[in-house]
């Protein structure tokens, strides 16, 4: 019990962190990112410094989640957002979301490290395009990723059962399939299905 | 598959470990925007999103923004723009304005390669760490200097390829042959699939043979050039095609086809 309330204090600090002061306000947030992208696509260095002061440490933190190791992370983060630099021209405000657009880069990169680091090939791992402009496949503007969300993602992760919390990690923060985890844990590969299904209908329903 | 039975794999499908037939299913059905799973991944991507964002905190070392914020002066797009402005603007017509680019493009180049040379003084005094960058200048500036002889020789051919007027997603650029070499300049390639590399093939007329014309990787916004410092016999080629490859290249084709290029039509 002391250990899932610690998961939660730990996560909600997280979250403050990674939302900072225009938590909640998911409009102003998005209008300000809109900004700041157009600046850094026009050469702003200050634009984009001002953007890694807003998400250093969401980056930096989730590249060592997912490595483990400060030099990795490192090296990852500052990839993120030279690519920032280098792709801003392409971000659509209409559709892009900024902080997810860095979630799912820095996840990207962290992962392709971690595999190549544990020579795991498997043509399982395809990760999400990372145009900063997600037209095409995705219809509808993306759903408000507000600091209460993430806290009740946190919450339900950290009351999951133990074995249903490990795969969702696996899955999320090591890319690992469902019968890459049902090897590794050893476990049938219907068991790790049904977990994950239960585990994520639970996740999904905290964000709404 | 419908809908309702790809609605459990939305989640994996955006973390990117989604196995067997709905992987595809879903790709399938958000190409041709089907609103269902166009929401339902939607939702996906904002949970992946909060389960980024719940990771424990630890703070980047002080460092890093300085780090980063050299790099980004070091990469700003100097040399990209500069090949942008002059080659992707102009019409090229084979007239006094081909003079005049051609003037330009050295003119540019000269001053591109002695800035080159300027930061390769700096660099050479500096500590080891600096080795490998200086490496990477090195050859980019014999690169430079080779394409530089090639665009400007007489005898030069130029093939164009791509739309030309807004740009898309299709590589677009030249390519000018010439019989001691050839040099290409493109924008929007793709960047290639994970651990491959792209490889450049000469088409021969003669034996209707493909002929491995090296590697070469586009940058983070697309761009990309490749210099072949060999003989070739230019009117012996029909076409110039880029496959895919393992890195380093190999001598018959093994990936997929990405452009071919008619070798018809020279304007100079
Ligand atoms: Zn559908």
Redesign the pocket.
């Known amino acids: 019990m002391t250990g899932v309330l610690l998961v939660f204090i730990v996560v909600a600090f997280a979250v403050a962190q990674a939302y900072g002061s225009s938590a909640g306000d998911s409009q102003a947030r998005r209008e300000l990112d809109r900004k700041e992208v157009a600046a850094i696509a026009d050469g702003d260095q200050a634009a984009l410094g001002r953007v890694y002061d807003r998400f250093h440490r969401l980056v930096f933190s989730l590249a060592m989640r997912v490595l483990g190791d400060r030099s990795a992370a490192e090296e990852v983060s500052q990839d993120v957002f030279l690519r920032l630099w280098h792709r801003a021209g392409d971000f659509d405000a209409s559709r892009g979301d900024l902080m997810g657009w860095l979630v799912t880069v820095t996840r990207n990169r962290a992962i392709d490290t971690l595999r190549s680091r544990q020579h795991r090939e498997s043509s399982a791992w395809t990760p999400m395009p990372e145009s900063l402009d997600t037209a095409g496949w995705l219809a509808t503007a993306p759903a408000a990723t507000g600091i209460e969300a993430a806290e009740r993602v946190g919450k339900m992760m950290a009351s999951l059962a133990e074995q249903q919390r490990k795969i969702i990690e696996l899955s999320y923060y090591a890319g690992y399939s469902q019968s890459e985890i049902a090897e590794l844990l050893n476990l049938p590969l219907g068991t790790v299905k049904t977990w994950t299904r239960s585990a994520l209908a639970a996740l999904r329903d905290a964000c709404r | 598959m419908?809908?309702e039975s790809?609605r459990d794999s939305y989640e994996l499908f955006v973390f990117g470990t989604l196995e067997g037939p709905e992987r595809e299913e879903?790709a399938a059905?958000?190409q041709r925007a089907?609103?269902?799973?166009?929401a339902?991944v939607n939702r996906a991507r904002v949970l992946a999103t909060n389960l980024g964002s719940i990771a424990p905190p630890v703070d980047a070392p002080g460092h890093l923004r300085a780090h980063i914020m050299r790099a980004v002066v070091q990469a700003t797009p100097r040399m990209h723009s500069f090949w942008e402005s002059i080659f992707w603007r102009m019409a090229f017509p084979v007239s006094a304005a081909a003079a005049l680019t051609l003037l330009l493009v050295v003119f540019g180049l000269g001053r591109e390669i002695g800035s080159l040379n300027l930061e390769l003084k700096t660099l050479q005094k500096s500590a080891a760490d600096s080795r490998k960058r200086e490496q990477v200048l090195v050859s980019r500036a014999n690169a430079y200097r080779a394409a530089l002889a090639l665009m400007s020789a007489r005898e030069s051919r130029e093939v164009r390829f791509g739309p030309g007027l807004k740009p898309n997603k299709q590589p677009d650029g030249r390519v000018y042959l010439n019989p001691k070499g050839l040099v290409m300049i493109a924008s929007n390639f793709p960047a290639p699939p994970k651990g491959r590399t792209y490889e450049l093939w000469l088409l021969r007329k003669s034996t209707k043979g493909a002929e491995p014309a090296g590697v070469f990787d586009p940058d983070a916004s697309g761009g990309a050039m490749h210099v072949l410092a060999r003989n070739i016999n230019v009117n012996d080629i029909a076409a110039l095609a880029v496959s895919d490859e393992p890195p380093g290249g190999v001598q018959e084709r093994t990936g997929a086809i990405v452009m071919v290029v008619p070798v018809t039509g020279m304007t100079r």
């Open positions: 419908n809908c790809l879903i059905h958000l089907c609103p269902e799973c166009s339902g």
